[in-house]
């Protein structure tokens, strides 16, 4: 053997006794420390046995760079970029706000300059009062109208769902010696989930899948503040969970919602309207008639929406 190549193979053997090490770590101490599995490791350990040294040191920098430089986590879920904190004081420009029309209809009728400059005003301003006007503008064939959209879009979507994850943990958590302030703050943040997530989901931005996820969610919190403070879930409140339900058809769930607050609000409309919407949705025409003619000859005062239902099939 010449000079160089014994010392070439040891080094290959080290290199090699530590790419194996490295991997063993990774896949299967790891898991037994409670820490997940890293899709990385057989890449690397790809990367090491290919590059010998230079890859270990590459990824062993880089390991030391991050413990060095990022040695704590930034928490994300905590910073929330809200627009509406900004109040800003500004003369208004009366030409040009006195030419307002709906966004759904300027969206559907406005030529390619006039959109472009209706989506920079809706961006610079309430964008979620604006989404579903938004989503329809990704329809547009204007590539720069279309990137505004997804744009203002994304940024909603994502603080949707920032809020609505930091919201739940705090509601599902376990009660671990609970204050009764604090068992009032959790409730009262249930019922406003509730509330801006039937705001946010009835414009119908999310994937049918993620709707669904969402839906659930809400399912679950209406049935923790059912159970501890059943008060706190008005008639709109069970109108609410359940038509989301109804939306993603999750009629067992819908029904159970629906029955829920024709027992506790025998007063109010909203149950009736949300038993009318289900039997209607799953084709239960007996059903849906005898609930109609029930409100129809009841005094349950009767909303503008339930009023021209009852008009329709009467």
Not at 22 to 49: D, H, N, Q
Not at 192 to 204: A, P
Not at 294 to 301: A, F, G, I, K
Request: proline content about 4%; overall charge negative.
């Amino acid at each position: 053997m010449r000079f160089g190549e014994r010392e070439f193979l040891l080094l290959l053997l080290v290199n090699t006794v530590i790419v194996v090490l490295y991997v063993l770590v990774e896949l299967v101490l790891r898991p037994f420390w409670g820490k997940e599995r890293s899709y990385s490791v057989l890449p690397k350990a790809g990367v090491m046995l290919l590059c010998p040294l230079v890859g270990i040191g590459f990824f062993a920098l880089g390991w030391l760079f991050g413990r060095l430089l990022f040695w704590r986590s930034v928490q994300l879920e905590d910073v929330l970029f809200s627009k509406e904190r900004v109040r800003p004081q500004m003369a208004a420009e009366e030409e040009r706000e006195s030419n307002l029309v709906p966004v759904e209809e300027a969206v559907a009728v406005a030529d390619t300059g006039s959109m472009r400059e209706m989506m920079m005003q809706v961006v610079r301003g309430d964008v979620r009062a604006s989404a579903s006007a938004i989503a329809m503008a990704l329809g547009s064939d204007d590539s720069e109208v279309t990137h505004y959209a997804a744009a203002a879009l994304q940024g909603v979507l994502n603080e949707f769902r920032t809020s609505v994850q930091k919201n739940y943990r705090r509601i599902t958590a376990p009660p671990e010696a609970e204050t009764e302030e604090g068992r009032a703050v959790r409730l009262e943040l249930a019922a406003e989930t509730i509330d801006s997530m039937s705001e946010f989901l009835r414009h119908r931005l999310l994937p049918v899948e993620e709707q669904r996820e969402y839906a659930a969610k809400m399912d679950e919190i209406g049935e923790r503040l059912l159970e501890e403070a059943p008060e706190r879930m008005t008639a709109k409140r069970f109108e609410t969970v359940s038509m989301q339900l109804l939306a993603v058809e999750d009629y067992e769930n819908c029904r159970k919602w629906c029955l829920r607050a024709y027992a506790a609000f025998p007063g109010e409309s909203e149950p009736y309207a949300c038993l009318m919407k289900l039997y209607y949705t799953t084709g239960s025409r007996e059903q849906f008639f005898r609930v109609l003619e029930e409100l129809r000859t009841s005094e349950v005062p009767i909303d503008q929406e339930t009023l021209e239902m009852v008009r329709v099939f009467r």
